[in-house]
């Protein structure tokens, strides 16, 4: 049937390994089955060799990549569950549902594992502003996120933002979800045990969102995209609260012996994953799966990706429990499959057989060795010398466009609109580096931090991919947090072109790098390939979800300028790094140059000067230096905490220069008269240049070069995304 | 103080709920599942936030045909002392308990932030430890807050002393420039007639401990305990 195997997205390549597979021709379903299981979504099979490289263990590590999501150690008996996801191509389509069903599907994934989540993060990416359509996709994402975010009762507490022409025709939204939970609560998505029962828990199984990870996920988008949105699945956050409550019951109960969710390729992939996973095999019997319509195909039954679904595994004794948990909360629930021995994933509708394939066949999808070819466009645009910029007229006047612009301005407008202080844990507000999560009733702090800059990226992945890490990791070190462990998004254009694929390469490498560096292993992620619209790829965007753990929450700091009177110190030194800065897109209109220099012995140096500053509470408050360098962040940590400053910039340097460079790891951070002998104590020790920059007060940022008033700056800062959104 | 935090499907702040009374303030708590109609031995009922039946319909308006709303209505009928915060403030309306109704905020948006809400009695169990026009920094988290009532019924209440908090400034002055929801005449929360059933939007349990960044949330438990003949933990 080679119409309908191309029509599902699968190779003349991969149709043979399946009928070698099989010893014969597969029938429809099975072939619907292979097609979402082997789509790239699902199978990696393009990245897998290339992951191979990120670094994935370390003490603290329980469970890394592989499961649903990675679990890290924090100590006391305590785990925490996180990962990050995409959903991209579904919010192109359907901005509203497409965010939506992504906060649906990786919320699964965590309490999957049996930690309840408490935190979630949104990065976004989207193309300028300017654009009528990027304002309606960026709207709807954001009110998508929220409505099923604010419902489930999971606060949103962090993320990032940017706005770049590259990613016009393909936003980017990624979703990432934390929990925590007793250690001993961890479960797998597994079965083991012969004879024990696979009840699917949840919502009826419709039309919706059928071949969407083979369909949405895995190719490029052109003038049919809008034709694609009946494969956008629809959420129902209700549900989806529920099914928090009835599975973290039963696994309070100790009830279940495995769990998975329904993601991307629907029962196909639960049935066939917890089957492979648990060295089993299974029978499934798909006319008893419940269905919101009649007359569904048995293909149609095992991909559809309705949402709000999970696959819970019990012994034959505790499934007369686990229907009553799921009744007392008014959750449909019904016993579909056994497990039993052998590798043979069987589906059966009325007594018939109608599929039977090794599940390992379909859970282990195949790999490709993709070439990989240095794109002709990274020496053009970086040729460009910045030396050769002239000083802006009016510093003052270049610093307000750049705290008005797009990338930089206050995300006010995006936080408000997600409920982030829900479950009372949230001691470090959004606005902040990085959101800190107590975690009672321990004492420890949890802070979390979502970074790309895609820009670098495209101008040296490899660096790029570097500088997310150390930029992550940065923040939560300015919170007092020690960066702990990494999950990350990869997103990239279509990995069959050598160009692209050379960008993932080197990304993955830098992150590699970075990882290893800041010992932070990678404990789970996601890859999202096929970003490109008529040919046009996004920016290679490798993004970083860094956990750090603060072992007293009490020592946590902010970024906003505490006090008046206090002295700010500039930790780290500054180059002339205006290559792929803000500074020079928003003034000059340029993506080019060389990205700023990584130093990981000054990384690592600072991330302990900041932790040990923390931990000592010299501090009064700290903030990463990235994007519009020093002067913005001077400037953010003014008005967040409405006290002026009166600072000196470094010398050296055209003052332009010092002020917008984008060098990397520094951070300037605000003490108190007693407590600045002992931060520059701890300074030197660590190795981290430190320089008094000047004093906290008044109500104007006085920098010689400049002076700005806070309420101008303010108005300029605050206003910006909505005036931006107005279109005007 | 033995108080009950009924759990409706949805609900999303029982926990914070619950924590709040239990932790910080050592009092005596239990879930009350939707279902079960027995209050006996409970002082006070709380209904908590969330996104009861997910809302889909009226905020509240499934919730409030919940078996546990019969006793509550009773309980409350009772003497009992009762409070419903964001959507538990929303069920309370739907119920009758409460009058008046609520809207979408008049922005369309969800909007979760601290706001300002100013005491305007402290002749009610909620606010007799507050004094007169005390201003409490609070966050609020709701889409439908934008509360509406019929002018004359409005003109009663404000002569029964039924409209507890508006949303104000820091300085106390009420007007539209501090109203985030379009709410009639900036209120926050109302109670009955006899005091004794509260509803309001903004979330005290969200502002009962320093490292939330506010307390004031405390000046109304430590008002009702206080009410209610408890001796109050010293930590408040």
Known sequence: MPELYEELGLTTEEYQRIVETLGREPNKVELGMYSVMWSEHCSYKSSKEQLQKLPTEGPRVLLGPGENAGVVDIGDGMAVVFKMESHNHPSAVEPFQGAATGVGGIVRDIFTMGARPIACLDPLRFGSLDSARTRYLFEGVVAGIASYGNCLGIPTVAGDIYFEEAYEENPLVNVMCLGVMPVERLIKGQASEPGSVGVLIGSGTGRDGIGGVSVLASQEFDENSEQKRPSVQVGDPFTEKLLIEVCLEMLEKDLLLGLQDFGGAGLTCATCETAERGGCGMDVDISKVPLREPGMEPIEIMMSESQERMFAICSEEDLEEVLSVCRKWGVDATPVGVVTEGDMLRLLSGGEVVAEVPASSLARGPEYHRDAEKPDYIDRVTGFDTGTLSPPEDMGKALLELLGSANICSRRWVFEQYDHMVRVNTVVLPGSDAAVLRTKPLEKGIALSCDCNGRYCYLDPYVGAQIAVAESGRNVACTGARPIAVTNCLNFGNPEKPGIFWQFCRCVEGLAEGCRQLATPVVGGNVSFYNESFGEAIYPTPVIGMLGLLEDVGDRVGSAFAAEGDSIVLLGDTGDELGGSEYLKVIHGKVAGRPPVVDWAAEKALVECLTRAASARLLSSAHDLSEGGLAVALAESCLQGGIGASVQMPGGLPPFVAAFSESQARAIVSVSEDNLSALEGIAVEAGVPARVIGTTGGDRLEAGAFSLSLSEMRSTYEEALERMLAGS | ?236
């Open chain 2, 1 to 236: 103080m033995r108080f009950g935090v009924v759990i409706f499907p949805g609900s999303n702040c029982d926990h914070d709920c619950f924590y709040v009374l239990g932790e910080v303030l050592n009092q005596d708590v239990k879930y009350v599942w939707h279902q079960s109609t027995d209050l006996s031995g409970f002082d006070c009922i709380l209904l908590p936030g969330g996104f009861s039946y997910g809302d889909y319909l009226r905020t509240g308006a499934v919730a409030h045909f919940s078996p546990v709303m019969k006793s509550v209505e009773r309980f409350a009928a009772d003497g009992g002392m009762v409070i419903g915060i964001c959507n538990g403030f929303q069920i309370l309306l739907e119920a009758g308990l409460l009058p008046g109704a609520m809207m979408r905020n008049t922005g369309l948006k969800f909007i979760c932030r601290f706001v300002d809400i100013r005491v305007e009695t402290t002749s009610t169990p909620w606010t007799c430890g507050a004094y007169e026009h005390q201003v409490l920094r609070i966050p609020i988290a709701h889409n439908e807050g934008n509360y509406q009532v019929p002018y004359q019924t409005l003109e009663e209440m404000k002569l029964r002393g039924q409209v507890v908090f508006r949303y104000c400034s820091p300085a106390s002055s009420v007007s539209g420039e501090f109203n985030p929801n379009g709410a009639t005449e900036n209120i926050a929360g109302v109670c009955n007639r006899e005091g004794n059933v509260l509803g309001l939007m903004p979330h005290p349990e969200r502002a009962s401990e320093a490292e939330l960044g506010s307390t004031d949330g405390l000046v109304i438990w430590r008002s009702l305990l206080d009410h209610c003949g408890v001796e109050v933990p010293t930590i408040l």
